[in-house]
């Protein structure tokens, strides 16, 4: 194999920053681990409060009716955005390829894999997520359809599979179990309890209330 | 056993209890706790197969924003227990687990060989794909086809020829060849891969040097906690394992991997906790799976069909640096009632990762080529296939020459064929249609050892008359909480809404690993044994309370609705929490452990499941529709319908996958997996399963434990597979021996 030039020399400058100094002085080390000036910079921010100010754009998100005021990096995903810095765990994270649904909130009403969006792309928009589904301790007529029919058994999926099936029937697409089985095939649950989500929606469905 | 007041708890279809957490999104699991200063890792992959990693170029990596470290076997602190030709963890198998980070060597592609530690998730994946290696790169052998006659016994059976592993006679070695009607074929099961919704997640964090605690997505706390305390060489206790909720495992949370150290070594290198969760390609290849298995059955049978012989070989693919085994033909040596049976085992060791016990390990792999070969000697018989495994029906084991437990396949057989509506089916096969639609239907038996281990459970009567379980046990879905709640319900007679029962978490009493349809009957058992010494407790202490009871015997007395009482004289009665408070005490608190006993011994213990199931083939398409299920499960007692149906329709989904869709595919070039996610690696979506019909023999086996449980999880998935293809034969005469069974195979 052939040896490769000699890294050292190609150091990428993007601005002269104290945070480039701290990065580019790691390299003077010659490990690999970061030294400690480094971790305490990290530790005390110096090098994110440039950051902030260079790299992160505001935003403004109303998530379960509660006006949130942030400022993020453009390449945070929603679903990132709210496990990660907003601690709304219930949304689960379970390809990152929008492939299995367990990632499903509601932005404006309709369904939405919060994997495969930026977050700075909903501003000023409405996110509903499993979090904000009840009415305080009442629960909302799906998830107790789901309890009644023991629609799930992990439970992991069962945040996304909920937020689906409720805009599933909001769609109008919950009219007959091969209906829902189609519209709900974006939302994966390898333990296997399809036929009881099914029949949960089904029962939301035909219960006739405005969900 | 007395009638209770609770009595109808087991049985009932109970609500689950943690169902509110996971219906909310308050359910956390390893992945969602918010430590102080807690920093994100990526794991790297190795992008070669087998060699040595030259250099490692991480330099790009740590000039990136945020990043804290990059750690790989070059810079890696040293895990004590990781001695040289030494396991630092107690292996599942046999061999040498990979150990992470302690060498340069690459055993596979996609080794977890560096990890990327960054302030933000963000930052981390971004500096995790800065990370640069040379290798030096040896010949690989990944394709199990062009190697499969490399097959060895494995180690287990040389030093045991008595293990379940080694070779098994019963009668002339291929005597099936002298039959009047013979069937011979072999049969190919792809590699499976559990992937679990939940992606493989830790969150590692050093109290102190010498004190870790792990939130880790495992299917044992305590197991976990024995491995770790092995590997950074501390005191047990030293090793706190939660494991409160976990999204889903089917077998990959058996092993621990060695992404899980690598997060354990960040975590003490940054002095910070560390959280990892892998992406979704990394389960395909980090964390285990079921293992491509080829299999040659040959049987015969007289023509009155009575099975004369039967020869199973199976060869399974492991890893070169562990022997990973399971009981692919066990079903073979105690399913039907043949004089002659021969069964050959054997592991082929590739430049893979290491499988993992999948859902019905071994049985479901083992079950797709038995009873695809009975359903192919019926038809060469013309019998009908419920009566041909009547024909065969053993009242004995006969592998163990020992009585059944319990067995009522028979009642399984019958209620199902009448519920599918068998009748209907056609002896020729293409015989049946729906429209263009050809209509097949199969059916495939399933069998798994009804196991019982050791536990400890530990119960808090409270002065408000409430009480509190506590159990190391994991719950990855069934609904053991839930289960646990009913049967200690019953067991001390209080109302289900009081009991909380508290899992997940290794400071609790011993509870072995989530697997094996074990759990019920073991930690099950604890909880009744915990009951019990409560109950000897209360009655000792009740004559405080109510003079009457000063020589009642433990018999005389009812345990119900929170107070006891005497059978005869129903009117003398005192509460627990008079018990209690006439005591002068806050609460009792008792830990008692329960085991099987050596009566248990004498009989032969398994669990039986019949899966009917009714196929549409296009003609045109080649495309199969699963349009019914009927599911009947002999397991024991079932303590809670609704979640015990629910595991059964789960199996079955997973069986439906097996037989139609899964396949892990590596590129033999390469030596990498080409099927890396859900859109190339299909598993079962809503549209792909109909309502699944499912029924229990629901009658009691107390020899396998105090509640008369059996094993239920593994039996859901033994057997689907074959029903499937053996209905896709009736519907298009067309035998598919190689699974999944895809359009290209049918046209």
Redesign the interface.
């Known amino acids: 194999?052939k040896k490769?030039p000699n890294?050292?020399t190609d150091?990428?400058v993007h601005n002269d920053s104290r945070?480039?100094f701290l990065?580019?002085s790691?390299?003077l080390t010659g490990?690999?681990?970061?030294p400690e000036i480094?971790?305490k910079a990290?530790e005390n921010q110096w090098?994110?409060k440039l950051?902030e100010a260079i790299?992160k754009i505001p935003l403004k998100l109303e998530i379960n009716g509660i006006q949130k005021t942030l400022s993020i990096?453009p390449?945070?995903t929603l679903l990132?955005l709210l496990?990660?810095q907003l601690?709304?765990?219930?949304?689960?994270?379970?390809?990152?390829?929008g492939?299995?649904g367990?990632c499903t909130v509601h932005v404006n009403g309709t369904r939405v894999l919060s994997c495969l969006t930026l977050a700075v792309m909903h501003d000023g928009e409405k996110i509903t997520?499993?979090?904000g589904?009840?009415n305080g301790d009442e629960?909302h007529p799906m998830?107790?359809a789901?309890?009644?029919h023991?629609g799930?058994?992990?439970?992991?999926?069962?945040?996304g599979q909920?937020m689906s099936a409720v805009a599933c029937i909001r769609e109008g697409h919950a009219n007959s179990?091969t209906e829902?089985?189609?519209y709900?095939?974006?939302?994966?649950?390898?333990?296997?309890?399809?036929?009881?989500?099914?029949n949960a929606i089904t029962e939301v469905n035909k219960g006739g209330k405005n969900i | 056993m007395n009638k209770l007041f609770f009595d109808k708890v087991i049985g009932d279809p109970l609500n689950r209890v943690d169902g509110r957490m996971k219906v909310t999104g308050a359910a956390k699991y390893s992945a969602e706790y918010q430590l102080p200063n807690l920093v994100h890792a990526v794991v790297v992959p190795s992008t070669i197969t087998k060699g040595r990693i030259k250099s490692v170029d991480s330099k790009a990596a740590l000039r990136s924003p945020g990043v804290l470290a990059v750690i790989s076997h070059e810079n890696a602190i040293k895990v004590p227990g990781n001695a040289d030709n030494e396991h630092p963890t107690e292996p599942p198998t046999g061999g040498q687990p990979l150990r992470a980070f302690y060498n340069n060597k690459v055993y596979f592609n996609g080794q977890p060989i560096a990890i990327v530690i960054a302030d933000t998730l963000e930052r981390a994946q971004y500096a995790a794909g800065l990370v640069k290696f040379e290798y030096d790169q040896d010949k690989h052998v990944t394709d199990f086809e062009l190697n499969k006659g490399k097959g060895v016994l494995p180690e287990k059976a040389k030093k045991d020829p008595k293990s379940s592993l080694a070779d098994y006679d019963r009668g002339v070695v291929d005597a099936y060849k002298t039959a009047a009607v013979t069937v011979e074929a072999e049969y190919i099961h792809p590699t499976e891969v559990h992937n679990p919704m939940e992606l493989q997640a830790i969150t590692a964090y050093w109290e102190t040097d010498d004190k870790l605690t792990v939130y880790d997505k495992v299917q044992g706390t305590k197991p976990t906690q024995q491995a770790f305390a092995k590997e950074w060489n501390l005191p047990v206790q030293n090793v706190k394992v939660i494991s409160e909720f976990v999204g889903g495992a089917f077998g990959n949370g058996l092993h621990n991997w060695p992404h899980e150290t690598a997060a354990i070594i960040a975590a003490k290198m940054v002095k910070r906790p560390v959280k990892l969760m892998l992406r979704r390609e990394h389960m395909f290849y980090m964390v285990g799976y079921r293992p491509y298995t080829w299999q040659q059955i040959g049987m015969g049978a007289s023509a009155d069909g009575k099975i004369t012989g039967i020869s199973h070989i199976a060869i399974g693919q492991t890893s070169t640096y562990e022997e990973f085994t399971e009981s692919t033909v066990q079903q073979t040596k105690m399913m039907y009632a043949s004089p002659n049976v021969s069964t050959r085992y054997r592991i082929l060791p590739l430049d893979v990762s290491t499988p993992i016990w999948m859902r019905g390990p071994g049985e479901a792999t083992g079950a797709f080529a038995l009873e695809c070969a009975m359903d192919e000697l019926a038809f060469a018989l013309n019998m009908d296939p419920i009566q041909f495994r009547l024909a065969n029906y053993t009242d004995e084991d006969p592998e163990k020459k020992l009585p059944w437990s319990t067995k009522y396949l028979k009642e399984c057989l019958e209620v199902g064929a009448e519920k599918i509506g068998w009748s209907k089916r056609s002896m020729k096969p293409g015989g049946l249609r729906a429209g263009e639609w050809l209509v097949g239907y199969g059916m495939g038996v399933g069998t798994f050892g009804a196991h019982r281990g050791a536990a400890a459970v530990r119960g808090r009567l409270l002065a408000n008359g409430t009480i509190i379980f506590q159990s190391a046990v994991t719950d990855i879905g069934p609904g053991t909480g839930t289960a646990m709640v009913q049967i200690a319900s019953e067991h001390i007679g209080i109302a289900p809404d009081k009991i909380t029962f508290q899992l997940g978490n290794s400071d609790f009493p011993q509870a072995p690993n989530q697997g094996g349809s074990a759990t019920v009957a073991t930690v099950g058992s604890a909880v009744v044994a915990t009951c019990n010494a409560i109950k000897e407790k209360l009655l000792t202490m009740a004559p405080t309370a109510e003079k009457r009871f000063a020589n009642a015997k433990m018999e005389e007395i009812l345990f119900d609705n929170g107070q006891m009482s005497l059978l005869k004289s129903p009117s003398i009665k005192v509460s627990y929490t008079n018990i209690l408070k006439k005591n002068s005490l806050t609460e009792i608190d008792i830990i008692q452990d329960a085991k099987p006993d050596d009566e248990s011994n004498k009989y032969s213990k398994y669990s039986f499941s019949v899966h009917f199931v009714q196929v549409h083939v296009h003609p045109t398409t080649g495309q199969v529709k699963v349009n019914k299920v009927v599911t009947c499960a002999d397991a024991g007692k079932i303590v809670n319908k609704k979640t015990a149906g629910n595991q059964l329709i789960g199996g079955v989904t997973g069986g439906i996958g097996m037989a139609l869709m899964e396949d892990a595919i590596i590129d033999h070039r390469f030596g990498r997996y080409i099927t890396k996610d859900f859109a190339d690696y299909h598993v079962p979506v809503h549209a792909d399963v109909p309502q699944i019909e499912v029924y229990f023999v629901d009658k009691p086996d107390y020899i396998v434990d105090p509640m008369g449980t059996k094993g239920l999880g593994e039996i859901a998935i033994i057997g689907v597979a074959p029903a499937v293809a053996n209905a896709v034969f009736n519907a298009t005469g067309k035998r598919i021996r190689q699974l999944p069974i895809t359009p290209d195979k049918l046209i």
């Not at chain 1, 490990?31 to 970061?34: D, E, G, R, W, Y």
């Open positions: 194999m490769k890294k050292n150091i990428i945070r480039d990065k580019q790691t390299l490990i690999a681990l970061t480094a971790v990290a090098d994110e950051a790299e990096e390449r945070v990132d496990r990660e601690h709304l765990t219930g949304t689960k994270k379970g390809c990152d390829y492939q299995c367990a997520t499993i979090e589904l009840a629960l998830q107790a789901f309890m009644k023991d799930f058994q992990c439970g992991y999926c069962t945040p909920i179990e829902i089985r189609e709900m095939s974006g939302n994966i649950c390898r333990c296997g309890a399809y036929p009881n989500i099914v």
